[in-house]
């Protein structure tokens, strides 16, 4: 079993910033791509951003050149800094991180228990 734990969610004024962290344990032997997703209340989760184990990222175009998604693999730990935040951002976030127990094993989807971001205007 894998877990991850989300910090740095919170309320916020527009044109605010915030950094979100996520970091997971457990059986680990190798995470593929880690990434953000959100929820806004009536509405269906959607990617925020993705990074994969060698860097490479993908972001939504609604927040494409406000956030920011890296990783530190030395602590399996992926981050987002979102800068310019909009009252459009608030949702619940959560992080997402595709894991191998073992090197024979497949990959495995885990997901966070999810932070609350808050945007005023």
């Known amino acids: 079993q894998v877990q991850l734990v989300e910090s740095g969610g919170g309320l916020v004024q527009a044109g605010g910033s915030l950094r979100l962290s996520c970091a997971a344990s457990?059986?680990?032997?190798?995470?593929?791509?880690m990434g953000w997703y959100r929820q806004a209340p009536g509405k269906q989760r959607e990617l925020v951003a993705a990074i994969t184990s060698g860097g490479n990222t993908n972001y939504a175009d609604s927040v494409k050149g406000r956030f920011t998604i890296s990783r530190d693999n030395a602590k399996n730990t992926v981050y987002l800094q979102m800068s310019s935040l909009k009252p459009e951002d608030t949702a619940v976030y959560y992080c997402?991180?595709?894991?191998?127990?073992?090197?024979?094993?497949?990959?495995?989807?885990?997901w966070g228990q999810g932070t609350q971001v808050t945007v005023s205007s």
């Open positions: 997402n991180a595709q894991t191998k127990a073992t090197m024979y094993t497949g990959l495995y989807d885990y």
């Open positions: 457990g059986s680990i032997f190798s995470i593929n791509t």
